[in-house]
């Protein structure tokens, strides 16, 4: 099967936004907005074929995106040739995350935990010792480029501490190295980062 015939959690966008009286351009942090919208999603997901959900913007595929920190640095990647979505091609981005899947029997919100765990596991490891402290920390919604119409994104950071490593497993699909935060803002870095990038940075220079 090919990843355009992949099964994924999808939402009507109507739906989702209330006849888009809840729409949104970039990050939403408002708490009460964040819930209605994740209500909203957990409440009415659907099944499509990925290929059909990325030609049809009247739905949206929610997509867990993680960032990765570990102090005052984080996680920064090169997506390569050998990536699966060729329209973010050696774009440098500070998320990691991916499509969701029906996983099993509970309810979105573990659903989305299952779906990141097994992304964070597919493109990278972590190793070392101390908690891991997981964040929400919004929605990431970009409808002026055709990636970002039909996606949604479920935005939380990954705190480590200063005795954890990070390497990446997808050598082929993926380039990582830690940079400080403050680098993110700055050019030529900036405009390389690919728009969910660009918005979470908001979120991390504040």
């Known amino acids: 099967m090919g ?3 992949e099964q994924i ?15 949104f351009q970039g990050l939403e942090t408002s708490k009460e907005t964040v819930a209605k919208i994740n209500s909203n999603l957990g409440e009415n997901i659907e099944i499509m074929r990925r ?10 595929q929610p997509i867990p995106y993680a960032l990765i ?10 997506r390569l040739q050998g990536g699966g979505e060729a329209r973010l091609h050696n774009k440098l981005s500070i998320g990691v995350g991916g499509h ?4 099993t029997e509970g ?3 573990q659903e989305l935990f299952e779906n990141l765990n097994r992304e964070l596991e597919e493109e990278l490891e972590i190793k070392g010792d101390g908690e891991i402290v997981l964040d929400t920390i919004g929605l990431i919604n970009d409808d002026e480029n055709e990636v970002g119409r039909v996606h949604l994104g479920l935005l939380v950071v990954i705190n480590l501490t200063e005795h954890h490593e990070v390497t990446v497993r997808e050598v082929d699909q993926l380039r990582g190295e830690w940079v400080r935060v403050e680098e993110l803002s700055q050019e030529p870095m900036f405009s390389r980062l690919e ?12």
């Open 3 to 5: 990843k355009m015939d």
């Open 9 to 23: 959690l999808v939402v009507k966008r109507p739906v989702l936004f209330e006849q888009e009286s809840l729409a």
């Open 51 to 60: 290929g059909d959900a990325e030609e049809d913007p009247t739905y949206k």
């Open 69 to 78: 920190k570990r102090g005052e640095e984080i996680f920064l990647y090169e």
């Open 100 to 103: 969701m899947n029906k996983l």
């Open 107 to 109: 309810n979105f919100h």
């Open 195 to 206: 728009s969910w990038s660009q918005i979470a940075v908001e979120v991390l220079s504040k």
